[in-house]
T-cell receptor, first 112, second 113 residues
Framework: GESVGLHLPTLSVQEGDNSIINCAYS??????FIWYKQESGKGPQFIID?????DKRQGQRVTVLLNKTVKHLSLQIAATQPGDSAVYFC???????????FGSGTRLLVRP | KAGVTQTPRYLIKTRGQQVTLSCSPI?????VSWYQQTPGQGLQFLFE???????NKGNFPGRFSGRQFSNSRSEMNVSTLELGDSALYLC????????????FGSGTQLSVL
């Protein structure tokens, strides 16, 4: 069935360190992937996206890596800050569909 | 530019009642999607509308319905509420041509007692 999962439900990092959040997806036909950040009491906030014809995409302090061979997605956050503490979701989409399939989420805790 | 606006922010209902949730998308966005978020099931797709037409529907019972108006505003309705319908209901909009890059509202927290 459809599934997008995360390996680590909770990740604790020291402020200033880099964070890596991983995600596995199961639909080999998915061609669009997106990361969201959700803070308490708020809706998911777009971070970065990547299409399947790319392996890597960089934003401000964030990088998304896509490995289609093993169906793996990761989000790297450089110099993690307290404001990065939140739950992070990966999501996948197949071009013919108008829905996103979300993973279960990883909670990122930043230690001061 | 204002973000996605959802009303009300909180709702408390009892079993058997029905509820209507409202969503105003970002100006210029014509696609509106609805998701249900629960601690156990995570974020699950309900339906997606574009130009007043439902293009996709998730695996939810017929008690869950929605519609979109000509100004792109959307409503979703849940009839005969059950305890398990307690959830955060999220609305998201996207710009035509940017397809699945969704911008979410803060959601409506529905509690069914």
């Amino acid at each position: 069935g459809e599934s997008v999962g995360l390996h680590l439900p909770t990740l604790s990092v020291q402020e200033g360190d880099n964070s890596i959040i991983n995600c596995a997806y199961s639909n080999s036909a998915s061609d669009y992937f997106i990361w969201y950040k959700q803070e308490s009491g708020k809706g998911p906030q777009f971070i970065i996206d990547i299409r399947s014809n790319m392996d890597k995409r960089q934003g401000q302090r964030v990088t998304v890596l896509l490995n289609k061979t093993v169906k793996h997605l990761s989000l790297q956050i450089a110099a993690t800050q307290p404001g990065d503490s939140a739950v992070y979701f990966c999501a996948e989409n197949e071009d013919s569909s108008y829905k996103l399939i979300f993973g279960s989420g990883t909670r990122l805790l930043v230690r001061p | 530019k204002a973000g996605v606006t959802q009303t009300p922010r909180y709702l408390i209902k009892t079993r058997g009642q029905q509820v209507t949730l409202s969503c105003s998308p970002i100006s210029g966005h014509r696609s509106v999607s609805w998701y249900q978020q629960t601690p156990g099931q995570g974020l699950q797709f309900l339906f997606e509308y574009f130009s007043e037409t439902q293009r996709n529907k998730g695996n939810f019972p017929g008690r869950f319905s929605g519609r979109q108006f000509s100004n792109s505003r959307s409503e979703m309705n849940v009839s005969t509420l059950e305890l398990g319908d307690s959830a955060l209901y999220l609305c998201a909009s996207s710009l035509a041509g940017q397809g699945k890059k969704l911008f979410f509202g803060s959601g409506t927290q529905l509690s069914v007692l």
